[in-house]
């Protein structure tokens, strides 16, 4: 894979060569021999091929890591949370929380999840303690929330329950609910631009707690880009509430007439990494671009971050970008950007004691089958960056830095995996 670049020439040769690339890719799929591994559908990624057992001793440019297989079985997983007892809950797209104790998944899944439509890329999505959940036993999940009467019309919910460490959820309430309810009926009628995609992709749905205590949840454009610059419509959003869902007084619209209240930053695509620096304290983002022009993002109260104006991707249809690539009034440009894209999941900066060359780097899991590492300077400037388990061939969606300092990888597979990273003898 080309390394990322920010020369406009370069972007324009890496273009060419990925156009030249895809009007050829029928060909040679035609020609390959019988044994090759089939072709992808047009517009799917091409096929995984399967993860084996493991483990992997591999040399990375800093470290030796030691890579083992949790459990294999998860169907796509997307979120992961450590637990205060040492076991884990883990999210399945397809509607399902699992617990792993002890390092073992348990058969069941825990029960009480309200109806979840899992369609496209949509489903169950992230999980995330309260910060005193020791205490209060508080477990908040993200969601594809389905309408009653007309379940493909759906909108982003996050939803807390109670849990204690049993089979099943107690007092399961939604605490948040994005007011744009939206489905395929709906996007065949609303003349979007563009090219965008099904109503049931860009959901984001990462979360975080900040510092602040409050919650962070990504709302994605639902390929509806158009939204993501109307203040009135949570679709291209970053939003913050209260953790029992309400509105906190010092968000940066509040008040603000024709602005939801929970907005706290725009623009936004697709964004599936979220997460808290552990020094400075910042929101740090990636978010998916169209063709071209992933990115990671510093959040910042208030600030509009582009999208659909501004990328630094090509539309799929080919429309120009209204107002450019970056440097526009108003709006706020990508601490680094990827042309062609990396496909970036969630992200984890580095604090852990057993790789010690790492403290203060960030890991993206990536579904072009990499997890990235990005090593920052003493200014805060990205730098060099390694991309690391290429070998394994699978797709990334989450990275955590566990409390024991190993990284935990979920892999987004039908046959879905929990990986550990830790060194190696
Ligand atoms: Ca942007």
Redo the contacts with the bound molecule.
Sequence with gaps: MPTPFRLPGAFLCVAAALAALGAAAPLAAQQAPAAAPPAAPAGRPPATKPLEDGPWDITTEQARIHVTVVTKNLDHPWGLAFLPDGGMLVTERPGRLRVIRGGVLDPKPIEGLPPIRAAVIGGLSDVVLHPQFARNRLVYFSYSKPDKTEPSNTTLAVARARWDGGGALANVEDVFVAPDWYGPETAGKNHRCCGQGPADGSFGARMVFGRDGLLYVTSGDRNWGERSQEPSSDFGKIVRIRDDGGIPKNNPFVGKEGFRPEIYTL?HRNPTGLTVHPVTGEIWSTEFGPRGGD?LNRIEAGKN???IL??HGQHYNGDPVVSGAEHVPGMVD?VLYWVPSINPGNIAFYNGRPFAPWRGDLFIATMTRSLVRIAFDRTGHPGKQEKMLTELGQRLRDVRVGPDGYLYVLTDETAGALLRIGPAK
């Design positions: 623009g990115e971050y582009g999208w501004v990328t990508p």
